[in-house]
Nanobody, 124 residues
Framework: QAQLVESGGGLVQAGGSLRLSCAAS????????MAWFRQAPGKERESVAA????????YYADSVKGRFTISRDNAKNTMYLQMNSVKPEDTAVYYC?????????????????WGKGTLVTVSS
């Protein structure tokens, strides 16, 4: 049974930076694509960024392109999301998720394991 645990959320001022981490266990982490999603109050969960099994391929939502960077360290079973130049509209609970195979997947339906989320609040 895979387990994903997010960390690194908190309160940050607009224009600042934050790095989220996702620690994975209970699965051969390096075999699977991973992704970050977020959900703001009253809104649907949306894809933020995704990465394939070896980190060669990545995907970013238009809203974060050029500001966020997804990466992974398979030796540490950890995925990261570097968030720069954050905006108030980035405020949400951020979730990491593991895909059903090693490809680049960015949709909710392609994920089979989820973390419980970490709250990011950006003040203006």
């Amino acid at each position: 049974q895979a387990q994903l645990v997010e960390s690194g959320g908190g309160l940050v001022q607009a224009g600042g930076s934050l790095r989220l981490s996702c620690a994975a266990s209970g699965r051969t982490f390096s075999r699977y694509g991973m992704a970050w999603f977020r959900q703001a109050p009253g809104k649907e969960r949306e894809s933020v960024a995704a990465i394939n099994w070896n980190g060669v391929r990545t995907y970013y939502a238009d809203s974060v392109k050029g500001r966020f960077t997804i990466s992974r360290d398979n030796a540490k079973n950890t995925m990261y999301l570097q968030m720069n130049s954050v905006k108030p509209e980035d405020t949400a609970v951020y979730y990491c998720a593991s895909a059903t195979d090693g490809s680049l997947w960015s949709t909710v339906g392609a994920m089979d394991y989820w973390g419980k989320g970490t709250l990011v609040t950006v003040s203006s």
